[in-house]
């Protein structure tokens, strides 16, 4: 392999910047990489969101506020660009480990001048990113997961391109798929010559002079949707970040599709690929209540899912309950479908704890999950109570929640899930901080019962087979449930209202495993 230059120094134009980077007084950051080593990682954003505006008028309100409702996404970065002819490409970044996107940006939205943007919530890499290259000055933001980065690493190197941004001693993979599209002719021959070269998955925005250029992942396994009002268009991965900002949902790019924005209209720019693997994890977890994808609410598919189970469920129970946030609306279906009250047996204090997935320490992780549920005993006390949440992965935080309630005074405690059980790790995006299938308790319990945790997968993820009820048996037993029930794939597909061949159902059945080495591109 040809060595690359033993070091490169980057300097953007921002007015701030602390995630990972040193500033000086004339408001330049610097970035400082020795390149005479590829690191041997995947690159994963263990998710995120991004919103971008562009509009007649300043857009930095819009941007500012649409940006923030991605923040269930993500808790660690934050980022800002904006663009006008006058003033060129303002950014910022910033850490968010320790506090909120708004209270990190609103003293500086000031800084910022123009009627088009770009924000992110990321969970691992610093965005925006700046980037120079003969297709123009653009700003990029991702949500991608690239399984093959080291060999597209090495490959770019070998050709004499450079790398100068990093996260966490990492080459940043928003700067590795800019550096594959810089190898087009033009944005959209880079954005397809991306496409062809990741495994994986990726979303994008890029910021450019010429308005605001939106992609969605090739196999459509993440979002894009888009909004209008009068004299603005948005875009995001969560229609959410809409209603209060006045957008309504105009389109849903397809899979692959590119379109480019300007405050006049929508342009298409690369018709999407016929075939659609959307990750059913949308709607089972990632999802704010009042997202929809692909036109199927969020909120509707988990009151569906828990009173179908409700229908069908002969356990008797006094009250039904909901861990939040995403067991909520499955536990209002299933009371609804049961005959039975809904009860907030457990509440989350929102105020300062996130959610518990986004902590890569485990023992971080497990105290923010114990400290932000909070459980009420008077509603506990000698009832026969039955839970309803969105997925089991580890079963940690659901066997130490099992304990507290039973400590309440709680004479049953049910369990009853949105998904059915998690057996294949997640090739395509990330939901959780999972390094290895073995995190999965499927997984653990299959290496026990099978002597190899690879062993008979098909078996286990079959529902009703006698590997399946083992298993399923198993996991109440060592999380103390009095009962535990998955929901069917069958019934899961129902409640999304997509047919079965255009939704990601890989970490349920292994059934997208074509879809790894398979170009979806050329359709």
């Not at 909004?227 to 397809?254: H, Q």
């Not at 690369?270 to 909120?299: A, D, I």
Request: glycine share 8%; proline share 3%; aromatic share 10%.
């Amino acid at each position: 392999m040809a060595r690359a230059s033993s070091a490169l120094l980057l300097l953007n134009r921002d007015f701030q910047s602390d995630a990972g980077k040193d500033n000086n007084k004339n408001g330049y950051s610097v970035s400082l990489f020795f390149l005479n080593f590829v690191p041997k990682f995947t690159y994963t954003i263990f998710m995120g969101g991004f919103f971008g505006v562009i509009s007649k008028t300043q857009c930095v309100a819009d941007l500012f506020y649409g940006t923030d409702y991605n923040s269930h996404l993500g808790t660690r970065r934050g980022g800002l660009a904006t663009y006008s002819k006058e003033h060129g490409f303002i950014r910022s970044i910033h850490n968010l480990e320790s506090t909120y996107f708004r209270t990190k940006f609103e003293d500086e939205l000031g800084q910022f001048k123009g009627n088009a943007g770009v924000g992110i919530i990321s969970d691992t890499d610093a965005q925006p990113l700046l980037m120079n290259s003969h297709l123009g000055r653009f700003a990029i933001v991702t949500v991608a997961k690239i399984n093959n980065a080291e060999d597209l690493a090495a490959k770019l190197l070998e050709q004499g391109m450079h790398f100068s941004e990093f996260s966490s001693g990492k080459i940043n993979p928003t700067e590795l798929i800019a550096l594959l599209i810089n190898q087009g002719q033009t944005f959209v021959e880079g954005i397809e010559h991306m496409y062809k070269e990741i495994k994986g998955s990726c979303s994008l925005l890029l910021l450019t002079e010429d308005g605001i250029i939106a992609a969605r992942d090739s196999w459509g396994r993440t979002p894009v949707v888009v909004g209008k009002k009068e004299g603005a268009y948005a875009v995001t991965g969560e229609s959410t970040a809409f209603p209060n900002l006045d957008y309504e949902t105009v389109y849903y790019l397809g899979p692959g599709e590119i379109v480019r924005l300007q405050a006049e209209g929508m342009e298409c720019l690369r018709r999407p690929h016929k075939r659609m693997q959307v990750c059913s994890f949308l709607w089972v977890y990632y999802g704010f209540p009042t997202s929809c994808y692909e036109g199927k609410n969020v909120e509707e598919f988990r009151f569906a899912c828990g009173k179908k189970m409700g229908e069908r469920d002969q356990a008797e129970v006094d009250c039904a309950c909901g861990i939040p946030d995403s067991g909520i609306g499955m536990a209002l279906g299933y009371a609804a479908g049961k005959g039975v009250p809904y009860q907030r047996a457990i509440s989350k204090y929102t105020p300062t704890w996130p959610r518990s997935f986004t902590p890569s320490n485990q023992e971080m992780r497990s105290l923010v999950a114990k400290m932000k549920l909070i459980a009420n005993r008077d509603m506990l006390k000698d009832k026969r109570v039955l839970f309803c949440d969105d997925s089991i992965v580890r079963g940690t935080q659901l066997r130490d929640n099992t304990k507290i309630l039973f400590d309440y005074g709680a004479k049953e405690v049910h369990m009853r899930i949105a998904c059915p059980p998690l057996i294949y790790g997640c090739p395509f995006i990330n939901f959780t901080s999972s390094k290895s299938d073995m995190e999965l308790i499927t997984r653990r319990l299959i290496k026990e019962f099978e002597g190899d945790e690879n062993k008979n997968l098909e078996k286990y993820a079959q529902t009703g087979s006698p590997e399946y009820q083992r298993m399923v048996d198993t996991i109440a037993e060592r999380l103390n449930l009095s009962s535990l029930k998955f929901n069917t794939l069958e019934d899961l597909i129902e409640a999304i209202g997509l047919p079965k061949c255009q939704v990601c159902t890989h970490c349920f059945d292994g059934s997208s495993r074509f879809t790894l080495e398979e170009d979806n591109t050329d359709e």
